[in-house]
């Protein structure tokens, strides 16, 4: 059984930085994909990031591309989003998922793995 396991949200001021982690367990996970997405009050749940687990190949959505980086620490089976430059408009619940796809990585219906999520509150 694959289990998720987000960890790292808080709250931050404009300007500042997280790091949130997700922890995998249940599989062998060298031939998925991890993502993050984000789902704010009110609005449907958004593509933030992807990797596959090797770590060869990441995808952004392009409002996140500089700003956000996407890591995986396969020793500890651990996929990583270090944030940067936040914006109170990155407010969300962030969610880790997984699948074993990689085209259309970028849609949330191609996950059939997500954590429970972990909040992130970015204030001005």
């Known amino acids: 059984q694959v289990q998720l396991v987000e960890s790292g949200g808080g709250l931050v001021q404009a300007g500042g930085s997280l790091r949130l982690s997700c922890a995998a367990s249940?599989?062998?996970?060298?031939?998925?994909?991890m993502g993050w997405f984000r789902q704010a009050p009110g609005k449907e749940r958004e593509f933030v990031a992807a990797?596959?687990?090797?770590?060869?190949?990441?995808t952004y959505a392009d409002s996140m591309k500089g700003r956000f980086a996407i890591s995986a620490d396969n020793a500890k089976n651990t996929v990583s989003l270090q944030m940067n430059s936040l914006k109170p408009e990155d407010t969300a619940i962030y969610y880790c998922?997984?699948?074993?796809?990689?085209?259309?990585?970028?849609?949330?219906?191609?996950?059939?793995?997500w954590g429970q999520g972990t909040q992130v509150t970015v204030s001005s």
């Open positions: 249940g599989r062998t996970f060298n031939s998925y994909t």
């Open positions: 998922a997984a699948t074993t796809y990689w085209s259309e990585s970028f849609s949330a219906s191609r996950y059939p793995y």
């Open positions: 990797i596959r687990w090797s770590g060869a190949i990441t």
